[in-house]
């Protein structure tokens, strides 16, 4: 399984951007989804799950209410609208793929793609 991850950028705290993770090689529909982030100087956390039909979906209590994760299973995607940034939000934004039942570990994902950058300024 192969995972690209695109969207990242340069924004303004109380901005948007839609990340999106474009999977191949794999039934993307068998697995369950995640987005995870890693700021400078500290250690990857999880951010968000979506189960295998996009009916179920995880965040972490930080991004709750801001961040919406979402699946296209017709178009191999994952997606993570990212509203109201905050500099807080700032890091190397990954997807993973779970190979496993819902809900996730939060922790343990089996494969990852390449991470996209995110920078939130004040």
């Known amino acids: 399984v192969q995972l690209q991850a695109s969207g990242g950028g340069l924004v303004q705290a109380g901005a948007s951007l839609r990340l999106s993770c474009a999977a191949s090689?794999?039934?993307?529909?068998?697995?369950?989804m995640g987005w995870f982030r890693q700021a400078p100087g500290k250690e990857r956390e999880f951010v968000a799950a979506?189960?295998?039909?996009?009916?179920?979906?995880d965040y972490a209590d930080s991004v709750k209410g801001r961040f919406t994760i979402s699946r296209d299973n017709a178009k191999n995607t994952v997606y993570l609208q990212m509203n109201s940034l905050k500099p807080e939000d700032t890091a190397v934004y990954y997807c993973?793929?779970?190979?496993?039942?819902?809900?996730?570990?939060?922790?343990?994902?089996?494969?990852w793609g390449q991470g996209t950058l995110v920078t939130v300024s004040s």
């Open positions: 993973a793929a779970y190979f496993g039942r819902w809900p996730t570990n939060r922790r343990t994902y089996d494969y």
């Open positions: 090689g794999g039934t993307f529909s068998s697995y369950e």
């Open positions: 979506i189960n295998w039909n996009g009916r179920s979906a």
